[in-house]
T-cell receptor, first 116, second 113 residues
């Protein structure tokens, strides 16, 4: 099946710093990628939809100035958490949409962010 | 409002036993339903996908069923193994312009020796 990678797999940073997370579709082109956040023992919550070549669409309650999304190519989307705070600590998962006949989203392995 | 409800929230079974997880949804219009397995600290991995016309799909020891009339799905795990311990998430895709996904809350399964 299709492969989606994320980098880094985990990161620890100080409060106030910015952290960039990369999401790559390795063997298919993804015009649309999605960013999710998952807190312990909870399901995935969609943060934003990233469209190649255009602005991301953010879900209600998600600050677009805090969570910067760039989808510069058909295989790469980045999420930058700006001025991170401890409450931003979470598991961030991306998915990439393969518009084959099943129109399937493939999930990355996730990035564990810990803000001290 | 599109919703996906899963039950039970958590389940403990002994190795070798079978179990069935339930998923009820209200997503309309319906496009497809997927079951994912998510190991702790990892991203979800697809187990099965079913469209409106399919009522059963197997993947090894995993068998999913779909009743589009009652909007219910189940995931049956046969002869459970310790490695089956994970969260199982039911995800329904709506047939709207964005084919957005609606996630269930997941069932946390623990298989004990």
């Amino acid at each position: 099946g299709a492969v989606v990678s994320q980098h880094p797999s985990w990161v620890i940073c100080k409060s106030g710093t910015s952290v960039k997370i990369e999401c790559r579709s390795l063997d298919f082109q993804a015009t649309t990628m999605f960013w999710y956040r998952q807190f312990p023992k909870q399901s995935l919550m969609l943060m934003a939809t990233s469209n190649e070549g255009s602005k991301a669409t953010y879900e209600q309650g998600v600050e677009k100035d805090k969570f910067l999304i760039n989808h510069a190519s058909l295989t790469l989307s980045t999420l930058t958490v700006t001025s991170a705070h401890p409450e931003d600590s979470s598991f961030y998962i991306c998915s990439a949409r393969d518009r084959g006949y099943t129109d399937t989203q493939y999930f990355g392995p996730g990035t564990r962010l810990t803000v001290l | 409002k599109n919703q996906v409800e899963q039950s039970p929230q958590s389940l403990i079974i002994l190795e070798g036993k079978n179990c069935t997880l339930q998923c009820n949804y209200t997503v309309s219009p319906f496009s497809n339903l997927r079951w994912y397995k998510q190991d702790t600290g990892r991203g979800p991995v697809s187990l099965t996908i079913m469209t409106f016309s399919e009522n059963t799909k197997s993947n090894g020891r995993y068998t999913a069923t779909l009743d589009a009339d009652t909007k219910q799905s189940s995931l049956h795990i046969t002869a459970s193994q310790l490695s089956d311990s994970a969260s199982y998430i039911c995800v329904v895709s709506g047939e709207d312009a964005g084919n957005m996904l609606t996630f269930g809350g997941g069932t946390r399964l623990m298989v004990k020796p």
